[in-house]
Structures are given as structure tokens and as C-alpha cells.
């Protein structure tokens, strides 16, 4: 499998399998505001009045409805052909994300039930379904007005206003069916390590039976540098490769932005002679570490220059329109000289972070949080935390992962002490599933424990900004946003201070009136400003990386580099010298 000639469209790039059914298009949809269509028997395919193209959402213009009304419950109904059904053959059907919980029937029997808005769910099919015509049938509730509910910037008003946006229910992305033998590989976690020069498999295998083998074949270019097979005598399977194909220190076969380097590996599952499931991955030979108080990439310091992401896209809102739509964002934040991203409040497109890896981009990966805190909330966000960090574990792009942003969901962190321990259990939740990448307990103020000391801070005025960064001390103690950047009982020890969120200026280039946290009258002022900012800044020796507001504008956010149509407000290559240093 070539990686960079990947089908743009393909919902799973990191574990392709060749045959695969997309079912995006035109399927039925009807609104269930009094609740009724458990009772009326909608889920045994009554046909619905109105017609929805997925995967957009009702609420997005390219769904062919465009209402931003809010309905809590919505169905949809399609009908799939299956030519035919093997023996000993499984047919899984998958969805990228329903928002919020989801009910699938396939001919009036239930097969799957999940809650999680940004996550990706399995149903197994084959027993509901049969050659011919099949009825599907999908429920999503999305709860709009509670406010527990893990939910980003989805507003749960109908119009957005300040930083909440238009809410997005139902599927957002693809829907596809697969066949796969009754044994097959169910997961693979791949955890590289360039200090030992290996890489880690960790395969899980439904269906598993003694006997069952599997091959492993890593290739890096198109030339096969390792390869093993292995039995399996569990489900569940650990095997370490060596690589022995560096020739000077690891440099050039290293992932980082600069060299987005990436080794392929297929997997065969054999039952005897026979092949019986195939899948094609891929991984980058890269570490993310501290050294020193120093964050290091390939254990050498490296200074991170991150852009705030939101991931909201014209007339799809959550929903890119395709694959080429995702790509063409990651070569914008790099044509302006940024290294990475800072996914904020979303839980991104797989294919999204395909192209981190292909092109080269640093990613934070961030939940999309709730608003307030209760027992509930607790056992949603941390249910589908898990969720999101293991379904984005193998992406070498992902650096850093934040659960929880300004204390979102956790407004009381200062004085109460059962959310001080929430973002403690959330900080070592992500590290007991990911101990290789940086975890951080409440992004922008108020940690916990961070490996990060990240700051969220608005201010405009380039002198003010060059006397708060001077030192670490005078950072931490700065109470930037008016907030503490550590919680009583928790202190500062040394760890690297990233600036994640500060600039923000709005400038209209358009019509279209909005916001930012401080205003440009025109081009040059706008340029002015950014100077000011990123200045003192890029002269403070306390501040190890930063992340700009924003790459876009969203709605009536009118702060971002770009508009929301990507046109850029200054040229590309203005804000890549400002990144680069060069702010005379």
C-alpha cells in the first residue's frame, strides 16, 4: 500500500482493508420530537418522509436540510444489498461518529447501541442480515439542552453566539460495511521506540482459535526491511520487531515534521495455509519526550509552533465536504510555518490525522468537553476519552493529548476538591493507556498535574506580554485570564511552559460582522498586531512553544488566519516569516 496515494475518502487510513461498501449518500430521515417512533415501530423500516444526505448533519447545508432547529431525537433509514453471504464470513458495519448515543437495527433487530458523539462504533450484522435487499435503520438522540454532555463548541442554543457554534446531531461521519472472515484482526496498537531501534505490535484477534498465525511485514519505500510470523495463542498478542535498516543514527528514517517519514506494515491472519484477513498500517519512528525541563522530538529539543484548530468547515460545520477538504487544511498551517495543531474541543477526522502523518504535522489531541460537572458527566467523558485516545494510538502526529480544556465541565476547580481529583484521574486514565505521549490535566489554567505548564492568555499589548514571559517565574505567576495557573495544593516544578492559546485577533475581510479578543481596523494594523504578539514571545527564553488563535474564522469568530473559506488574510508566506522569526 502506497500511503501517499491513500484514497483521500477512505474512512480508516491507518488499517485499510481492500474491500469495503461506503453507504454516504442519500438515505430517509425524519424528525422524533414527542419520542414515538420506538413505540410505532419506526425501527422495523417504516419508510420516513424527508431525505438527508450523510454524513452531514440535519443542521449543515450540505445535508440538503440546513435547519438549525433542535430536534433531541432523529432517524434514518436506507436499504443495503448484499449479493450474497459466505460461510464462515462476517458482515461489520462501522460508523466514524453518530452525535450523541445511536440505535442500529438491521431488519428490525437491534445490533448495536452506543453513547459518545465523536467516537467510532461496530455492529456486527450477520445474523440480522440476508442476500437481497436489508433494512437499516439508525436512532441518534443528542440531549441539546444538557449542558453534562460532552458536546465542544455545539451550542445548545439554536443561534450561536460568542465562542459556541451551531450544534451538530445524528451522523457526522462515514457509515461502511465490510466482510471479514469469522477469525480476523480486530486492533492493532503499534508503539514504536527509537531508542531500542523496535517497534511493539500488540494485536488483538477476534474469533481466535488455536492455530491461527499471523505475518507481520514492515517495509519502509516500497523495500521489506523486517518481517516475522508468529502464532497466536491468545486474543490477545505482543510481538517486538528490531529494525536494522539505519545506517546514520536514525536521522534519516526518523518521523518528524520536517521528514515525515513513515515505515508501512501489513498483516496476514493464516489459519493453516490459507489466508484468511488482511490489513494494511503504517507507522513513524518517533519519540516524544521531557529531557532536562526541555521538550524534545527524537530526543533532541524541539520548539513547538502550534495554530488553534476547530475543525469547522463551510456548509458541513464538524463534517469536511471530502478528504482533499482535510488535506488542504494541513498545507495551509504548514505554508504559514507552523509545525502543528491544537484540535480544539474535537475529537478530529481520522483522515485528518492521516495527513498530519503523511505531510507532517504535530497534533494535540483534545476531548470535546462539557460545561458543568455530576456523576453522569464523569462516566460519559470518561468513557469515551478511552475511546479517542485508543483509536488515535497508532498516529506518530499525535504528541500530546488534553481531556480537559479550561476547565470545561470542571468549573469549580479552584475550591472543589472532587474536580481537582476528576482532571488527576483523567491525566492518569491517558497515561495508563498511553504512557509514550504528553498528557496534560486541564489545558490553558487551574492544573493539576501536567507534564506541560500551559497558559491561556489574551493580552494584546507587546509590552506587558515581554515583562510577563521574561521568566518562568513571572509566566506562572502572572494569573494570565485572571486565573490561576495551578490549583491549590499544586505547584509549578519546572515543567515546560507552552503558551496553547494566545493572539486572537479578529480582522473582517468580508461583510459578515464578528469577534475576536482584540480588533485590526485593516491589513496593516492586522500585521502590526500579529508582530506584537508573537514578538515578545518569540524573545522570551521561559516559553518553550505556542499555539495561535486560530487557523480559521468559525461563524462569528472573526479571529482566524484564514477566513472560513480558507482565503487567506495575509499572504502564506507573511505569516511563515513571522513564524520563522522574522518580526521587524
Known amino acids: 500500500m502506497n500511503q501517499r496515494t491513500c484514497n483521500p475518502d477512505y474512512p480508516r487510513p491507518q488499517f485499510v482493508r481492500k474491500a469495503w461498501h461506503n453507504l454516504n449518500g442519500e438515505w430517509e430521515f425524519e424528525y422524533d420530537d414527542d419520542n414515538r417512533g420506538e413505540r410505532e415501530g419506526w425501527s422495523s423500516g417504516k419508510p420516513l418522509s424527508r431525505t438527508i444526505r450523510v454524513p452531514f448533519c440535519y443542521q449543515s447545508e450540505l445535508s440538503g436540510i440546513g435547519e438549525p432547529t433542535i430536534h433531541d431525537t432523529v432517524w434514518y433509514r436506507r436499504t443495503v444489498q448484499l449479493t450474497s453471504k459466505r460461510a464462515n464470513y462476517r458482515q461489520l458495519l462501522h460508523f466514524g461518529a453518530v452525535d450523541y448515543a445511536a440505535k442500529v437495527w438491521v431488519n428490525g433487530c437491534l445490533v448495536a447501541q452506543h453513547e459518545g458523539g465523536h467516537t467510532p462504533f461496530t455492529a456486527d450484522i450477520t445474523y440480522a442480515a440476508r442476500e437481497g435487499a436489508n433494512e437499516l435503520v439508525v436512532q441518534a438522540r443528542d440531549y441539546g439542552t444538557d449542558v453534562t454532555l460532552p458536546r465542544g463548541k455545539q451550542y445548545w442554543k439554536e443561534q450561536p453566539e460568542q465562542v459556541f457554534y451551531t450544534a451538530t446531531t445524528g451522523i457526522w461521519q462515514t457509515v461502511w460495511l465490510e466482510e471479514v472472515y469469522d477469525s480476523y484482526i480486530d486492533a492493532v496498537y503499534l508503539t514504536p521506540d527509537i531508542d531500542r531501534n523496535d517497534i511493539r505490535i500488540r494485536l488483538r484477534i477476534e474469533g481466535w482459535r488455536p492455530g491461527l498465525r499471523v505475518r507481520a511485514r514492515i517495509a519502509f519505500e516500497g523495500e521489506t526491511i523486517a518481517e516475522d510470523v508468529f502464532q497466536l495463542r491468545a486474543a490477545e498478542e505482543t510481538r517486538t520487531i528490531g529494525l536494522h535498516d539505519f545506517n546514520d543514527h536514525g536521522l534519516g528514517r526518523w518521523w518528524t515534521p520536517e521528514r515525515p517519514n513513515l515505515y508501512d506494515i501489513s498483516f496476514a491472519l493464516y489459519e493453516g495455509e490459507q489466508i484468511v484477513d488482511e490489513a494494511d498500517s503504517y507507522f513513524g519512528m518517533r ?298
Request: with cysteine.
Open 287 to 584: 519519540k516524544i519526550s521531557i529531557e532536562d525541563g526541555k521538550v524534545c522530538l527524537n530526543n533532541r529539543p524541539y520548539y513547538m509552533k502550534l495554530v488553534l484548530d476547530q475543525g469547522y468547515f463551510p456548509g458541513g460545520l464538524l463534517t469536511a465536504d471530502s478528504g482533499e477538504a482535510l488535506r488542504r487544511d494541513v498545507e495551509l498551517t504548514k505554508a504559514m510555518g507552523f509545525n502543528g495543531a491544537r484540535k480544539h474541543q474535537k475529537i478530529e477526522d481520522p483522515r485528518y490525522l492521516y495527513w498530519c502523518d503523511v505531510l507532517g504535522l504535530l497534533v494535540w489531541g483534545e476531548m470535546a468537553n462539557a460545561y458543568q460537572y455530576s456523576e453522569t458527566y464523569v462516566q460519559r467523558i470518561t468513557r469515551e476519552w478511552q475511546e479517542a485516545v485508543l483509536r488515535d494510538y497508532n498516529h506518530p502526529c499525535i504528541v500530546a493529548w488534553v481531556p480537559i480544556n479550561e476547565s470545561w465541565g470542571v468549573p469549580n476547580m479552584l475550591v472543589d476538591k472532587r474536580q481537582q481529583q476528576h482532571t488527576l484521574a483523567m491525566y492518569h486514565l491517558t497515561q495508563s493507556l498511553d504512557d509514550t505521549r504528553l498528557v496534560l490535566s486541564n489545558d490553558g489554567w487551574e492544573h493539576t498535574r501536567s507534564d506541560l505548564a500551559t497558559i491561556h492568555d489574551y493580552e494584546h499589548r507587546r509590552e506587558v506580554l515581554a515583562e510577563r514571559y521574561a521568566t518562568a517565574r513571572s509566566a506562572i505567576d502572572s494569573l494570565a485570564q485572571n486565573r490561576w495557573i495551578y490549583v491549590p495544593g499544586y505547584a509549578y516544578n519546572g515543567e515546560p511552559i507552552h503558551l496553547s492559546e494566545f493572539g486572537g485577533i479578529s480582522y473582517r475581510t468580508g461583510e459578515s460582522a464578528g469577534w475576536g479578543y482584540s480588533a485590526a481596523a485593516d491589513g496593516e494594523d492586522y500585521l502590526r498586531r500579529l508582530i506584537d504578539v508573537m514578538a515578545p514571545i518569540a524573545g522570551s527564553r521561559a516559553i518553550q512553544g505556542y499555539c495561535y488563535t486560530q487557523l480559521t474564522d468559525v461563524q462569528q469568530e472573526i479571529n482566524g488566519l484564514l477566513t472560513a473559506d480558507r482565503e487567506p488574510k495575509l499572504p502564506l508566506e507573511v505569516i511563515r516569516k513571522l513564524n520563522e522569526g522574522d518580526l521587524d
